[in-house]
């Protein structure tokens, strides 16, 4: 299974940005999803996730109202659509999925994309 994020970058206070992930390799597909952020000293945090049919997504509270998830099966890919940004949104963003398998589902991480917001 891979998992390969783009779409970060360095933004003005205030600006947005659009995170994808694409996702390949997993035989019976995928079925949670989500973004994790990690700050400079901090440990990783849920941002947001989506379940397989896109019914339910869930965020952390310092993002809602802001970031919105959203999801194409038929691509394997998620995104997560960033507004309003504000420095504290710095971190490195590492893209999650939780691949079906035959017995269990297993957990990958993708490499990590780097996103900085500057005031």
């Known amino acids: 299974v891979q998992l390969v994020e783009s779409g970060g970058g360095l933004v003005q206070a205030g600006g947005s940005l659009r995170l994808s992930c694409a996702a390949s390799g997993s035989t019976f597909g995928f079925k949670d999803m989500g973004w994790y952020g990690q700050a400079p000293g901090k440990q990783r945090e849920l941002v947001a996730t989506i379940t397989r049919g896109g019914g339910r997504t869930n965020y952390a509270d310092s993002v809602k109202g802001r970031f919105t998830i959203s999801r194409d099966n038929a691509k394997n890919t998620i995104y997560l659509q960033m507004n309003s940004l504000k420095p504290e949104d710095t971190a490195v963003y590492y893209c999650?999925?939780?691949?079906?398998?035959?017995?269990?589902?297993?957990?990958?991480w993708g490499q990590g994309i780097e996103v900085t917001v500057s005031s």
């Open positions: 999650y999925a939780e691949s079906i398998g035959v017995i269990r589902n297993s957990d990958y």
